[in-house]
């Protein structure tokens, strides 16, 4: 019995003695593992305190963004720091200015979607680009599920703040007023016309979206809220983007995040109602 008692005590010695050697290498992440991380890239100017929407411009190392509601029908480039490079006016109103969005030929789609009383019936997005910003044709539309100017209060959920582009279409996600638990996900052509916004599906996110973008290969989503990302990655079809494979990932000290786009496939920039400009890399999958 004392012989088995002193073997085993010889026995834990040596595993204790092998833990305490090699613990930091035992306990430290796989080498390949890479961590997201959110960076502070610079305060906004006071020209742009009430951003809403970004989009990224790779080329330059440079960002498109703009004001809300009851702000000027301008557009400003940013650089990195911070500061206006330059600013183009719009001969179009902005009435509730709540996202941007581009395409893949330069143009730019300004969504003039804010809808917080759920009753407009001149929604727009507007469809430019920064060759001749002043020339703006409208793409105007209304809900096709939508019957009543207001709805009901908890079935408020035709408030837009969050739009992207893919092949031909825009996509445009609901802020859900009522409820304040569902995205609505919608499709219009990137035309200009009058149109009936065709309902495509919707998804429980427990949140109000107030931001979107999809990546340049198209397989992954990203929609912001307060404080937090959603995202959707190995997307098939950007129209059911809601169906890959989806992560939430924590953005505390952000306050209300407003806007987001990619500037490449695992980099997202992102404007805060703090006023600040935010970087956030994307570990792979």
């Not at 908890?154 to 007023?177: P, Q, T, V």
């Not at 996900?185 to 916004?197: F, H, R, S, T, V």
């Amino acid at each position: 019995m004392k012989l088995t008692l002193i073997v085993t005590a010889i026995f834990l010695s040596v595993l204790a003695l092998i833990f305490f050697a090699f613990k930091d290498k035992l306990l430290e992440p796989p080498s390949d593992s890479v961590s997201e991380t959110l960076e502070i890239l610079a305060p906004l100017p006071e020209e742009v305190k009430e951003s809403s929407g970004i989009v990224a411009l790779p080329e330059q190392g440079q960002f498109l963004t703009h004001n809300d509601a009851g702000n000027k029908p301008q557009l400003y480039q940013l650089s990195s720091e911070g500061k206006i490079v330059k600013t183009f006016k719009l001969n179009v109103p902005n009435v509730d200015w709540e996202d941007l969005a581009k395409d893949n030929k330069g143009n730019l789609y300004i969504a003039d979607t804010g809808n917080n009383a759920n009753k407009r019936k001149e929604l727009a997005i507007y469809k430019t680009s920064l060759n001749n910003p002043s020339k703006a044709e409208a793409i105007r539309f209304t809900y096709e599920d939508q019957e009543e100017y207001p709805p009901s209060k908890k079935e408020m959920n035709f408030d837009c703040e969050a739009i992207f582009w893919h092949d031909g279409s825009l996509y445009l996600i609901s802020k859900d007023r009522g409820r304040k638990e569902t995205a609505k996900i919608y499709q219009l052509p990137d035309q200009p016309g009058n149109y009936k916004a065709k309902l495509l599906g919707s998804h429980k996110l427990q949140t109000q979206i107030t931001g979107a973008s999809i990546s340049p290969e198209a397989d992954k989503v990203a929609l912001v809220s307060n404080e937090k990302l959603h995202l959707f990655r190995n997307v098939d079809d950007p129209a059911a983007f809601y169906k890959g494979d989806y992560k939430e990932i924590d953005l505390s000290g952000t306050g209300q995040t407003e806007a987001v786009d990619f500037i490449d496939a695992n980099t997202l920039i992102m404007t805060s109602e703090s006023g600040s400009l935010y970087q956030y890399k994307l570990s792979p999958p």
